[in-house]
């Protein structure tokens, strides 16, 4: 059990774009569910995009919904968050694990800030 390895963050102005990329060191299984987590300074966690299989169902949160998308490609280990039209509120560390998420799994995230 290897955590993910997230990157792609950094710092960026309000509707400007980033794409995050998630490596999974060992075969994700198909069958599983995939998500796009974030936490920002002094906030719970929250669910920021779920993906299963590469183009077979997805889930947004309000949020987020018309901005980002998921992506996944399975062959490769490999998740994918594209992320749109960024807002100040955007910022936060990224993380991607299962769903329901599994304590060994997560790893340093990749940091994304978005100010002017």
């Known amino acids: 059990q290897v955590p993910f390895v997230e990157s792609g963050g950094g710092l960026v102005q309000p509707g400007g774009s980033l794409t995050l990329s998630c490596t999974a060191s060992?075969?994700?299984?198909?069958?599983?569910?995939i998500a796009w987590y974030r936490q920002a300074p002094g906030k719970q966690r929250e669910t920021v995009a779920q993906?299963?299989?590469?183009?077979?169902?997805?889930h947004y949160a309000d949020f987020v919904k018309g901005r980002f998308t998921i992506s996944r490609d399975t062959a490769k280990n490999m998740v994918y968050l594209q992320m749109n039209s960024l807002e100040p509120g955007d910022t936060a560390v990224y993380y991607c694990?299962?769903?329901?998420?599994?304590?060994?799994?997560w790893g340093q995230g990749t940091q994304v800030i978005v100010s002017s």
């Open positions: 060992e075969s994700i299984a198909s069958k599983l569910i």
């Open positions: 993906i299963l299989n590469e183009d077979q169902w997805f």
């Open positions: 694990n299962f769903v329901p998420p599994l304590e060994p799994y």
